[in-house]
């Protein structure tokens, strides 16, 4: 069974909510052997996890996103203001070009 089904009384009379059942299972701890060896882990923004060995770091799997979504968004603004051949660029898109090229420094390569 994956949840139960109760009644609760402040969200009124029949309503049903599912909550999810707990199950505790008793785990066995086994310590490791001793072998000298150090590795050092180091939480980050641009990887989730780096560690002195580099077959082990573990890439952010969202890093990045926010400034792909700026770029797109700022893309889509310089479409919307883009001057007619032969017309002067008008500062709204030279404000978007701009803001562009800054957000194009911060993804990842």
Same mark, same amino acid.
């Given at each position: 069974m994956? @949840?139960v ?5 402040s969200e009124?009379a @029949? ?15 086994r310590?490791? !052997? ?16 780096t560690?002195?060995s ?10 990045? %996103?926010?400034?792909?979504? %700026? $770029?797109?968004?700022y893309?889509? +603004? +310089?479409?919307?203001r %883009?001057?007619?051949?032969?017309? !002067? ?6 404000? !978007? ?7 194009? $420094?911060?993804?990842?390569?």
């Amino acid at each position: 069974m994956c @949840g139960v089904s109760r009644t609760h009384g402040s969200e009124g009379a @029949g309503t049903r909510r599912r909550v999810p059942a707990t199950r505790l299972v008793p785990a066995e701890v086994r310590p490791l !052997a001793e072998t000298g060896a150090v590795i050092g882990v180091d939480w980050g923004v641009k990887e989730t996890a780096t560690t002195t060995s580099d077959a082990h770091d573990l890439p952010h799997a969202e890093h990045g %996103k926010k400034a792909q979504a %700026k $770029l797109s968004r700022y893309d889509r +603004m +310089m479409a919307r203001r %883009k001057p007619a051949k032969g017309q !002067a660029a008008s500062k709204g898109y030279r404000e !978007a070009k701009h803001l562009r090229a800054k957000a194009h $420094l911060t993804i990842p390569s």
